[in-house]
């Protein structure tokens, strides 16, 4: 291990996060070592990523392609695990200093326990992880004095706005959205909506799940959940606000009325970089935002009588509990299925609404509440489409 580098294991090193943070330490081999890969579906991408970091080690998620990866690799020093059980032990190793969770989803809660468990240092990508259990999460990240560093833009925004304020009480937040693809459209024109068009997403390039998250704004919802841990809110103190440039990317509003924001171009790498530099801003050679190519920033409310997700998501919050991991869990199901053109784009919202009302409601959950509570959702879910 050296001694001025981090030594970074990132998990989902083949999605969109993932790809783009190799890029972020190609670009400085002097402050980043990568220690592990992880990935599930793209085992030739994996291989790839192996060959050019050469990492400790390499996790493929899905059992089934392990004979595939370690016979790619016979020839390098690089030691070949399979399967989540893997992901999670392997984050505990000593050389990891920092553990950037881009996995997708719920299948990356587990995974980011156990690295908090070992005292790794979080550059936080999976927002479902604290959407699913932000109270559980946040109060082990506290006992074992460990970071999350957020690398949502919004919530990196936030924080980059809290830098040398942390002694400050937070008035309020203002989380920006983009609107996504449908911004401005009514019910009618969901309800024939295709995946390809739910998949196309005016500024941001991301994974498939995020895209439709986007385009429905559960994936706002999920990030005013993520806020609400991130930043220990109350949810009267969290606010969306439309902002279709995508440029602003979050405010914070203190108590004596002042506003700040943290604006940039739209590209990961930004919070990316910030997350695993932190607290050094490294150069970088990113484009520069041109005020004239954006001469003009707008505002606007959110439309949650349209687009329920949203609503929902923050009625989840209020309720608290396990209600967010029903949330989630129903919306993973619904994505998917919508992904899989089984149901309609309004009906995604119809499948968490009646998971909300029918799956058990648990005050106090711990762990094993939360891995029944995302299990007995899915299968209901499941019945339902
Ligand atoms: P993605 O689909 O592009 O990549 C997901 C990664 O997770 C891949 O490496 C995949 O192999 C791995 N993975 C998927 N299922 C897995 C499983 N069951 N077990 C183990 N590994 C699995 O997704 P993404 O867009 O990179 O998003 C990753 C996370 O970051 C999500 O939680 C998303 O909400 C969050 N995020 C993404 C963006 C973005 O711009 N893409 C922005 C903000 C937050
Ligand atoms: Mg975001």
């Not at 506290?142 to 919530?155: A, C, F, I, R, T």
């Not at 996504?180 to 009514?186: A, E, L, S, V």
């Not at 998917?336 to 648990?362: H, R």
């Amino acid at each position: 291990m050296s001694e001025n580098k981090k030594n970074i294991a990132i998990l989902g090193s083949t999605g969109s996060i993932g790809t783009q943070a190799l890029d972020v330490i190609r670009a400085n081999p002097d402050s980043f070592v990568v220690e592990v890969l992880t990935g599930n579906g793209n085992a030739d991408l994996l291989i790839k990523q192996a060959i050019e970091f050469n990492p400790n080690s390499v996790v493929i998620a899905d059992e089934s392609k392990y004979a595939y990866v370690k016979e790619a690799l016979q020839s390098y020093d690089i030691k070949v695990f399979a399967g989540n059980k893997a992901i999670a032990e392997i984050v505990q190793m000593d050389s990891v200093n920092m553990v950037l969770a881009a996995i997708v989803g719920y299948a990356g809660l587990e995974s980011t326990i156990s690295a908090i468990k070992a005292g790794k240092q979080i550059a936080l990508a999976n927002k479902e992880t604290l959407v699913v259990a932000g109270d559980l999460v946040t109060n082990l990240a506290k006992e074992k004095g460990v970071n999350l560093y957020p690398v949502d833009s919004e919530h990196s925004a936030i924080f980059q706005c809290l830098a040398g304020e942390f002694h400050n009480p937070i008035e309020k937040i203002y989380l920006t959205a983009s609107g996504g693809p449908f911004r401005g459209k009514d019910k009618n024109f969901l309800a024939t909506v295709k995946k390809e068009q739910a998949l196309k997403h005016p500024n941001w390039e991301m994974g498939a799940k995020i895209t439709i998250d986007s385009a429905s704004l559960m994936n706002k919802g999920l990030e005013v959940i993520e806020a609400k841990w991130l930043f220990n809110l109350k949810p009267e103190q969290i606010d969306v606000i439309v902002h279709p440039q995508s440029i602003v990317h979050s405010l914070v509003q203190f108590t004596d009325g002042s506003m700040k924001a943290q604006m940039g171009l739209p590209d990961m790498k930004l919070p990316i970089q910030y997350a695993l530099g932190y607290p050094n801003r490294m150069k970088s050679d990113f484009p520069r935002f041109s005020f004239f190519n954006y001469p003009q920033l707008t505002f606007e409310q959110v439309d949650t009588k349209t687009f329920r997700n949203l609503a929902l998501a923050f009625e989840a919050m209020n309720k608290g509990g396990n209600s967010p991991c029903i949330l989630n869990a129903a919306n993973e199901i619904a994505v998917n299925a919508f992904l899989k053109d089984k149901i309609g784009f309004l009906e995604m919202s119809d499948v968490v609404e009646k998971c909300l009302q029918t799956v058990s409601f648990i005050a106090k959950p711990s762990y094993d509440d939360y891995v029944e509570t995302d299990l007995a959702t899915r299968q209901f879910a499941n019945e339902l489409i």
